[in-house]
Nanobody, 124 residues
Framework: QVQLVESGGGLVQAGGSLRVSCVAS????????MGWFRQAPGKDREFVAG????????LYADSVKGRFTISRDNAKNTVYLQMNSLKPEDTAVYYC?????????????????WGQGTQVTVSS
């Protein structure tokens, strides 16, 4: 069982930056692929970024590529999402997620554990 707790969300102006973090409980953090999803009001939950167990492989949605960076610190059981050049359309609840799969999936159904989410609001 893995418990995930996100933090770092907030309100930022367009063009600004924000970093959200996710701390995982348990000793199996390094055995899990980690991901970030987001969900805006009235929209489906969408993949944002994912990172392999060791951190050597990252995957991004086209909408955030070049602006967002996912990273992890296995010694701290923490995964980060650095968000730069934020746009109003990035406004959403951001969820941290984990799966023991080997590959980095993009479908939410392929992730096993979810955090409670953290709100990110980008004003224009």
């Amino acid at each position: 069982q893995v418990q995930l707790v996100e933090s770092g969300g907030g309100l930022v102006q367009a063009g600004g930056s924000l970093r959200v973090s996710c701390v995982a409980s348990g000793r199996t953090f390094s055995s899990n692929v980690m991901g970030w999803f987001r969900q805006a009001p009235g929209k489906d939950r969408e993949f944002v970024a994912g990172i392999s167990r060791g951190g050597s492989t990252t995957l991004y949605a086209d909408s955030v590529k070049g602006r967002f960076t996912i990273s992890r610190d296995n010694a701290k059981n923490t995964v980060y999402l650095q968000m730069n050049s934020l746009k109003p359309e990035d406004t959403a609840v951001y969820y941290c997620t984990a799966t023991p799969r080997i590959i980095v999936p993009k479908e939410p159904t392929q992730y096993d554990y979810w955090g409670q989410g953290t709100q990110v609001t980008v004003s224009s």
